[in-house]
């Protein structure tokens, strides 16, 4: 599929909306805590913060390809990081004032899943780093 059906696709798709009874059932504990109550996994223990393979980043909740692999680069941070989106409507974003600081919030624009935050201080173009949760992510490989 091309990347703008596949915009459109997402664009036209129900938002996911479930309650914590059903979510609890379909995650584990680990992924529930961070997708649904905005936990975070320490860092350097997350499966994807150093892989290298290519494919899509998908939300784990509910299957929405969120991010592109030629977009993940090492921040250092010990946590899968990307400087953009694959489209810019699939992630949201939202202050978050929790742990004393105030940090920006993503979240998945079609479940509301707890991705991670986005800091100023990424690479170029966009300047930005999606500093994402493994546990909220599931990588499609490339195939081929």
Partial sequence: M???????AAA?????EKSAAQWREELSPQDYQ?????????AFTGIYWDTKTEGIYN????????FDSTTKYDSGSGWPSFYAPIDESRVVTREDDSMMMRRIEALCANCDAHLGHVFPDGPAPTGLRFCMNSASLDLKPEQG
């Avoid at 091309?2 to 459109?8: E, F, H, I, K, L």
């Fill in 12 to 16: 036209s798709r129900p938002k996911v």
């Fill in 59 to 66: 939300c784990k909740c509910c299957d929405t390809a969120l």
């Fill in 2 to 8: 091309a990347q703008a059906d596949d915009n459109q």
């Fill in 34 to 42: 961070i997708t649904r109550e905005a936990g975070t996994e320490p």
